[in-house]
Each structure stands twice: as structure tokens, then as C-alpha cells.
């Protein structure tokens, strides 16, 4: 039997998701797994990583047909999260409309099965765990928060595109 953080238990709980007793042990489960499992990340990893005794089909037939709808779920999430930020800067004054920078930075890499493909770098890519010969896009996302119809809507203002290039005349089938 594994023994889950306080503190994800008592997120879960504060999210008020509905769930039954056996639908919240499998999203502890999974939330636990994803936080121990080194590697890919697939439920019989998640399952062996947290030591779980129920059998693998439970735990599949929990994300393919318990009857939950993940969306509600992340709404929830996302809810609570803007609540406790709200809530944080009332107290320090602040009323203007949250704002979030988000950016991503994607690897666009060359293999074997590829053509040319100019102005290639290493850059460092976090899913591989090490720098790969790529193109590095990087995209950055500015959301605020408004009110209508007395429902908060975060709305994309800004989507800026960069593709990196070192040296653009440069061809390379490394």
C-alpha cells in the first residue's frame, strides 16, 4: 500500500471533483505515479513505480470508461489555482487582471529519414535529456483573464513565433 503526499491529497479534495472513493485512489495513484516514475511515463510504469496491487485493467478502465470528464476536471483545476492567486493579491492590494507569460520552446530535430535542413544547431531538449541537432521554435503565449457573462475567459493576445537560425546559407545532413 502506498502512502500519498498530504498535500496532493488535500489538493484533490479541495478541487470538490465528485469522484467516487475508488475514482479518487486511482487519480492519487496516477498523480503519484507521474511524480515517481523515471522515464516514459505509461501506466504499467505508474503502476509498478507505486507499488500499486490492483490489476493493470482497473487502472485503464478508470481513463478509457469511468464515466468523468477530464475537462471539468483540469476547469476545476484551473479555477481553484486562479482563486488562490486572487486571493493572495487581494491581500497585498492587487485587483488588476491576472496575466500569464507562457513559453515554450520546441525542438524541430534532424534524423536519418530527414533532407537537408539549414541552419541546424544543438540546442538542448528537455524531453531527450540532452542537446540534439535541431531547429529550436520557440513560442511565447500572453493570456489574461476577463470577465463576461460572469464567467472567467483567458484570451490569447500575443502568439509570437521565432524560428532560431544560426546561419540560414548553412546545409548539413549531419
Not at 502506498?2 to 486511482?26: M, R, W
Not at 479555477?79 to 507562457?102: C, E, H, V, W, Y
Not at 536519418?112 to 535529456?129: I, N, P
Request: hydrophobic share 35%; proline share 3%.
Amino acid at each position: 500500500m502506498v502512502t500519498f503526499y498530504s498535500y496532493i491529497v488535500n489538493f484533490i479534495a479541495a478541487l470538490e471533483l465528485g469522484f467516487s472513493k475508488p475514482q479518487t485512489q486511482h487519480v492519487l495513484t496516477f498523480i503519484h505515479g507521474i511524480i515517481l516514475t523515471d522515464g516514459v511515463k505509461t501506466v504499467s510504469n505508474i503502476r509498478r513505480s507505486t507499488h500499486e496491487t490492483s490489476d493493470l485493467s482497473c487502472m485503464t478502465r478508470f481513463l478509457n470508461e469511468s464515466p468523468w470528464c477530464p475537462n471539468r476536471a483540469n476547469r476545476r483545476r484551473i479555477q481553484f489555482m486562479m482563486n488562490k492567486i486572487k486571493k493572495i493579491r487581494a491581500k497585498q492590494g492587487d485587483t488588476s487582471p491576472i496575466r500569464f507569460l507562457i513559453v515554450d520552446d520546441t525542438q524541430a530535430k534532424k534524423d536519418q529519414t530527414t533532407g537537408k535542413m539549414e541552419g541546424l544547431d544543438y540546442h538542448f531538449s528537455h524531453s531527450d535529456g540532452k542537446s540534439v541537432w535541431s531547429h529550436c521554435i520557440v513560442t511565447a503565449h500572453v493570456v489574461r483573464e476577463e470577465s463576461s457573462n460572469k464567467r472567467r475567459k483567458c484570451r490569447l493576445l500575443l502568439l509570437l513565433s521565432f524560428l532560431k537560425l544560426r546561419n540560414p546559407r548553412y546545409t548539413s545532413d549531419r
